[in-house]
């Protein structure tokens, strides 16, 4: 026969987790399988980016003969949480978990490049705001003297708050709304590797063009945004009055 546990006064015997958000079902996804088929650095495993939302991104870091990564600094108005899912010849040891601060470099975070053996897969954990404006900012100083060449803040405010900007990132029926992060990456390399971007104004050093093409951040942007041209042309293909069309 079962005991019944003695409870101190002021305490529940049972806690209760609220039921899930309607808008945001359950998931599980397996971080492996979905960084061998990831088209960029920084992939959100999961297609929740609203308010409030917590985004596990993965991000697959392999060395290479002709593999070059470069470096930045990130700039979030909100913590970022890394994981490190498995490594070989990598600054972060499997299973290091490494909270960043609000300003954090970013690298390939291999100790060889070059090194054919060396890779990382990892999850970076952004977390959405739940009220007011959200801000980010990538910087890029110059290899000789450190100086700063580039700082590009960019408007970061999550979905449905009142900041956000459905012209940059996608409508509320977009099937996957533009992640901020990679949108504003790819407008920071725009810049880094402009002419202006690369001499540095401090030394006059002029910098290598910053590896974009490694990371696949303007290729994901350009997935995304045929994705929801692809969802409105089938919607509209769908007969006048019709209740058929795609559900997002």
């Known amino acids: 026969m079962a005991e019944r546990t003695v409870v101190p006064d002021g305490l529940h015997e049972t806690r209760h987790i609220p039921p899930p958000d309607p808008a945001r079902e359950p998931l599980k996804a397996n971080v492996f399988a979905c960084m061998a088929k990831a088209a960029s650095q920084?992939?959100?495993?999961?297609?929740?980016?609203?308010?409030?939302?917590?985004?596990?991104c993965g991000a697959v870091l392999i060395g290479g003969a002709e593999n070059t990564y470069g470096h930045f600094f990130h700039w979030n108005a909100v913590n970022e949480v890394?994981?490190?899912?498995?490594?070989?010849?990598?600054?972060?040891?499997?299973?290091?978990?490494?909270?960043?601060?609000?300003?954090?470099?970013?690298?390939?975070?291999?100790?060889?490049?070059?090194?054919?053996?060396?890779?990382?897969?990892?999850?970076?954990?952004?977390?959405?705001?739940?009220?007011?404006?959200?801000?980010?900012?990538?910087?890029?100083?110059?290899?000789?003297?450190?100086?700063?060449?580039?700082?590009?803040?960019?408007?970061?405010?999550?979905?449905?708050?009142?900041?956000?900007?459905?012209?940059?990132?996608?409508?509320?029926?977009a099937p996957v709304r533009q992640f901020a992060t990679t949108l504003g990456s790819i407008e920071f390399v725009d810049r880094r590797n402009s002419e202006q971007g690369r001499t540095c104004q401090s030394c006059g050093h002029v910098n290598e063009p910053f590896p974009e093409k490694i990371w696949g951040w303007a290729r994901t942007v350009a997935q995304t945004d045929a994705v929801t041209r692809a969802h409105r042309a089938l919607r509209e293909a769908a007969p006048a009055g019709s209740d058929h069309g795609p559900r997002s």
């Open 82 to 173: 890394a994981i490190t899912y498995g490594s070989n010849e990598a600054m972060l040891a499997t299973g290091q978990i490494m909270v960043t601060q609000h300003l954090h470099g970013v690298n390939s975070f291999l100790r060889d490049e070059k090194n054919p053996e060396a890779f990382a897969v990892m999850v970076i954990t952004q977390h959405q705001s739940e009220e007011g404006d959200q801000t980010e900012a990538l910087i890029a100083r110059c290899a000789q003297c450190k100086a700063e060449l580039v700082r590009h803040e960019y408007d970061a405010t999550p979905f449905p708050l009142p900041g956000y900007d459905a012209a940059r990132h996608g409508e509320a029926d």
């Open 42 to 56: 920084l992939t959100p495993l999961f297609p929740y980016d609203h308010a409030g939302s917590i985004v596990p």
